[in-house]
C-alpha cells in the first residue's frame, strides 16, 4: 500500500471537473492504496468519500503565491507521500519528493484576457512558463489530456515525449429528465463554457449577426457564469445593438441538458484548448456539434463536428448555416456525434491515471 496524495485545490473551477471525476471514478478501481485530498476549506464539503482508504484534508495556499511555494511544500513534506498528484502545472517547486503533474494546456502562456490587469498578468505568465519548464525535469510524470497538449509540452520543455502520458477526458450519461428553461427564442445556436478572449466569443456574435440577415428569428444563447470577461461581452453586444444574443448565466446540469436537445446546432469557436469538454457534452444530447478547427478540436471529436476556420468569421457563419440548412448533413453529426462520445469513459481515465501512479512509483528510488 501506498499513500498518494492529490492536489484538488482547483476542485470548485471549471477545470475541476476533471478532478471530481477522477477521484469519484479512482474510488471504484482502487481499494488498496491510501489517498489524501487537499482542498482549500471552502471547499472541504465539496466532494465526499465514499471509500476509508480516501480521505480529505484542508489546504488554503493560493496558486501562484509564496505561500504555495513555502507553506504548501512544507504542509506535503510533512504528509510524507509516496508519491504527490498536482492536478494543474501550479505547484512548489521546493517539493523535490516524486511527483506527477498534469499539464491541460498551455494557454496561460500563449493568451491575454482583457479583463485582467496587464501587468499583473504578463508578470503571472513570466513566472508561468518558468514552472512549466520547471516540472517537466521534476515531475516522474507529465499528465496530458490530448495529444496535442502533449506534443506542444514536449516541444515547450525539451523533454522526452515518453514522460508525458496521454489521459482523455470524458462526458456523463445525459440527464433521463431534462428540466425545460424559458427562452427568449424558439430557434436558436448556443455556446456553453467561459468567455475568456480565446474562446472567440466575439467572432461567434459576429458569425451569428450574418445568420440574421437570412434567419432574422435565429437566436444566440451564451451560457456560463456571468463573470468579469462575460460582463464586457455583453457590454459590447449592448453597445453594438447586437441583435438576439442572450447571455443566460450559469445554468444547471438538468436545465443545461435541455439547451443541449433543443438547440439547432452546438458551436465551439475556440482559438485554443487543452481537451475542449463541450463539444462531446453537446454531442451526448444530440446536438449537432459545428466547431473550430483549432489545435485539439479535430483530434478530439474526429468526424463528429462540422469544422471552421475560428479566425474568420464567414468561414463560421457559412458553416453553422450548413447545418440549419442541411438536414441529412444535421442527422450524420447527431449519429456520429453519439458514436464519438462513446470513445470516452471516466473510468478509462481513472485506470490510465492509476497506470501513470504505478510507472512513477516504481521508478521511485
Not at 481499494?31 to 476509508?52: A, E, S
Not at 463536428?305 to 453529426?333: G, Q, T
Amino acid at each position: 500500500m501506498k499513500k498518494i496524495v492529490i492536489d484538488a485545490r482547483i476542485i470548485n473551477s471549471s477545470t475541476g471537473r476533471y478532478v471530481e471525476r477522477l477521484l469519484t471514478y479512482l474510488q471504484k478501481i482502487d481499494t488498496t492504496n491510501q489517498y489524501i485530498v487537499l482542498v482549500p476549506k471552502k471547499d472541504f464539503d465539496y466532494w465526499k468519500p465514499t471509500n476509508n482508504n480516501f480521505s480529505v484534508q484542508e489546504c488554503n495556499y493560493k496558486n501562484y503565491s509564496f505561500g504555495e511555494q513555502f507553506g504548501f511544500a512544507m504542509q506535503l513534506y510533512k504528509l510524507k507521500a509516496d508519491l504527490v498528484h498536482f492536478c494543474m502545472p501550479q505547484q512548489p517547486i521546493l517539493y523535490l519528493k516524486p511527483h506527477v503533474t498534469n499539464v491541460h494546456d498551455l494557454t496561460l502562456l500563449k493568451t491575454y484576457n482583457s479583463d485582467k490587469n496587464w501587468l499583473i498578468y504578463h508578470i503571472k505568465q513570466v513566472i508561468g512558463r518558468g514552472v512549466f519548464w520547471i516540472i517537466g525535469r521534476t515531475s516522474k510524470k507529465i499528465i496530458a489530456i490530448s495529444e496535442n497538449t502533449k506534443n506542444e509540452y514536449v516541444k515547450f520543455a525539451g523533454i522526452n515525449k515518453n514522460k508525458v502520458a496521454v489521459t482523455y477526458l470524458a462526458t456523463d450519461t445525459a440527464a433521463e429528465t431534462p428540466k425545460k428553461i424559458d427562452l427568449p427564442y424558439k430557434k436558436f445556436i448556443m455556446y456553453v463554457g467561459s468567455q475568456s478572449d480565446y474562446k472567440n466569443i466575439k467572432r461567434l456574435v459576429l458569425a451569428h449577426q450574418e445568420l440574421l440577415k437570412t434567419r432574422p428569428e435565429l437566436g444566440l444563447v451564451l451560457v456560463g457564469g456571468l463573470n468579469d470577461i462575460a460582463r464586457i461581452n455583453k457590454a459590447w453586444v449592448e453597445k453594438n445593438n447586437y441583435k438576439n444574443v442572450y447571455f443566460a448565466g450559469f445554468v444547471p446540469d438538468e436545465q443545461l441538458d435541455w439547451i443541449y436537445k433543443h438547440t439547432e446546432v452546438y458551436v465551439f469557436p475556440s482559438l485554443m484548448e487543452g481537451f475542449g469538454l463541450p463539444p462531446l457534452e453537446a454531442m451526448a444530447q444530440g446536438a449537432p456539434v459545428v466547431s473550430s478547427n483549432a489545435t485539439c478540436l479535430p483530434e478530439i471529436n474526429g468526424d463528429a463536428a462540422h469544422y471552421f476556420d475560428p479566425e474568420s468569421v464567414d468561414d463560421m457563419a457559412s458553416k453553422i448555416d450548413d447545418v440549419l440548412s442541411d438536414e441529412k448533413l444535421r442527422s450524420d453529426l447527431i449519429t456520429k456525434g453519439y458514436r464519438q462520445v462513446k470513445k470516452y469513459s471516466w473510468t478509462k481515465t481513472a485506470e490510465q491515471t492509476l497506470d501513470v501512479y504505478k510507472k512513477a512509483l516504481s521508478n521511485n528510488k
